[in-house]
T-cell receptor, first 109, second 114 residues
Framework: EDKVVQSPLSLVVHEGDTVTLNCSYE??????LLWYKQEKKAPTFLFML????IEKKSGRLSSILDKKELFSILNITATQTGDSAVYLC?????????FGKGTKLSVKP | NAGVMQNPRHLVRRRGQEARLRCSPM?????VYWYRQLPEEGLKFMVY????????ESGMPKERFSAEFPKEGPSILRIQQVVRGDSAAYFC????????????FGDGTRLSIL
């Protein structure tokens, strides 16, 4: 059965800290790994990764995929209170996405 | 450049009634996906549609649930004879095509069953 597992489930840090969120996956006909940020409403797209070892960056966020070990990490440097959210990881195959339960990140001032 | 539009944002129904959830994809997107999110759970895939076609409904309950994406108008997720267990947030996503493109999500419809 396809599954995506994220860790930790929750994390509390202080502003300025660096965090690493983990995602492991087992997805049949795997094509891509996606990261989303969910605050109170729509999950907002962050990254889509299809190739191993190529880091994607957007400001203080970066992510990388390891297709051999079947995992991905999302790094956030110099965290801010606005980074507080649930971060979702999803494995994509033919069309649908298989989501993990998310990591709830709380950044305290 | 409007995003994925879902309505209503909140829907309250009594047990046994019907619920209709609507989703208009982003402009230029012809692929629509519906997901359900229960409290403390991840998003669960329900159905994937293109215009006038259901591509994958493997996540849809066999009874009471149906989805369509007509040639004109929004995609509709229909739940007949709702039960308390149907209470959840229902999210719609869209993409331009199937492979190689990320799905973009709407704000969801929160369905509450009394």
């Amino acid at each position: 059965e396809d599954k995506v597992v994220q860790s930790p489930l929750s994390l509390v840090v202080h502003e300025g800290d660096t965090v690493t969120l983990n995602c492991s996956y087992e997805v049949t006909n795997f094509r891509s790994l996606l990261w989303y940020k969910q605050e109170k409403k729509a999950p907002t797209f962050l990254f889509m990764l299809t190739s191993s070892g190529i880091e994607k960056k957007s400001g203080r966020l970066s992510s990388i995929l390891d297709k051999k070990e079947l995992f991905s990490i999302l790094n956030i440097t110099a965290t801010q209170t606005g980074d507080s959210a649930v971060y979702l990881c999803a494995g994509g195959s033919q069309g649908n996405l298989i989501f993990g339960k998310g990591t709830k990140l709380s950044v305290k001032p | 450049n409007a995003g994925v539009m879902q309505n209503p944002r909140h829907l309250v129904r009594r047990r046994g009634q019907e619920a209709r959830l609507r989703c208009s994809p982003m402009k230029g997107h012809s692929h629509v996906y519906w997901y359900r999110q229960l409290p403390e759970e991840g998003l669960k895939f329900m159905v994937y549609l293109q215009k006038e076609n259901i591509i994958d409904e493997s996540g849809m309950p066999k009874e009471r649930f149906s989805a369509e994406f007509p040639k004109e108008g929004p995609s509709i997720l229909r739940i007949q004879q709702v039960v308390r267990g149907d209470s959840a947030a229902y999210f719609c996503a869209s993409s331009p095509g199937q492979g190689g493109q990320p799905q973009h999500f709407g704000d969801g419809t929160r369905l509450s069953i009394l």
